[in-house]
């Protein structure tokens, strides 16, 4: 790699990419941007506009076949399986790092960069030609921190990424791209599920999957049978709204059992437990015994509870310092020692 690598960009026609893609033309010579489509978008977008606002190329690469079976497929196939999907660590893994940086290295790109609010740490991030492998750690916005959907990518991918937003705040962005007149070109932020605009993933999976409803029942934490529902497809572990069962306090799912096509239901202070299992497990840090302060995240959005991990290959143990509340299967456990993310997995139940 020269010492004038080739960045490829990538943009969304969001505001936090076009930040990004505006720092980047300042720090490196020879840029260019790359925009994908995943043929779930509301209309048509006009990214062309891009190129004159940054001052650089922007290439158009449709993934949407790779969209529709590494990603959407996937969420339907997990919930199938009476598991709850994250679909946008998938799509970071399979899609943004992986599809569409081969199409960016293909077109002479050394390294990527991108909006998230996230820290890499190599050796142009860093400075310091000696780093080593790259980690991950998280941004300095903690509300907006995004090292969780980024968790389980490689250190060889982490090696040639640049997260120029890695120091900033959301307030921050916004300031800059209105001083610097970036206006994004797509519809306003959503943090819902880009494929899933209306929230309804019983509706989305039964129409992708062609399946009819499959009613079975629902029991209590006591085995007892408190009602019916109208397919394992349309809940989670945890989710409280669509059980629609009277009880002395409001149901929560505790468990989806697929074999017998049983919903088992708790109260919210039965839903908490104290272990879990971890499978397909990747580790970036030295050390692999015993970690002092580790701490471990089980979704967007959860503050990382303090336990200990016993674990072999790819599959581990987690027992956390305190009981924590809906441990779902299927979603990402990530590993923390500090800001560092040291390793992630799949909760296996």
Known sequence: MSDSPVVAVALSGGIDSLAAGFLIKQRFKKVFGIHFTTGYEKGMQDVSVLASVLGFPVHTIDLSKDFQTRVVDYFVSTYMAGKTP???????????FKALFDHALKLGADLMATGHYATVVNRYTSGREEI????????????????YFLSMLSHDIL?????????????????????????????????DICFLPDKNHGAFISAKAKISPRPGPVVDSQSRIVGDHQGLHKFTVGQRRGINIPGPAPYYVKKIDMNTNTLHVCF???LSQKQMKVEQMIWN???????????????????????????????????????QNAVTPGQAAVFYHGNRVIGAGLIAQ
């Not at 015993?290 to 143990?317: C, F, M, S």
């Open 132 to 147: 080593g492998q790259a980690w991950l750690e998280r941004g300095f916005d903690l509300n907006k921190d995004q090292s």
């Open 86 to 96: 994250n679909p946008c660590l998938v799509c970071n893994m399979q899609i943004k």
């Open 285 to 323: 840090y030295p050390e692999k015994n015993e970690i002092r302060n580790l701490t471990v995240q089980i979704r967007y959005g959860h503050k990382a509870a303090p336990a200990g991990l016993d674990w072999e290959q790819a599959r581990g143990i987690v027992t956390f310092d305190t009981p």
């Open 159 to 191: 090696d040639r990424l640049v997260f120029p937003l890695a120091g900033l705040t959301k307030s921050q962005v916004r300031k800059f791209a209105g001083i610097h007149n970036l206006i994004p070109v797509v519809p306003v932020e959503s943090q």
């Open 268 to 270: 919210k202070s039965d």
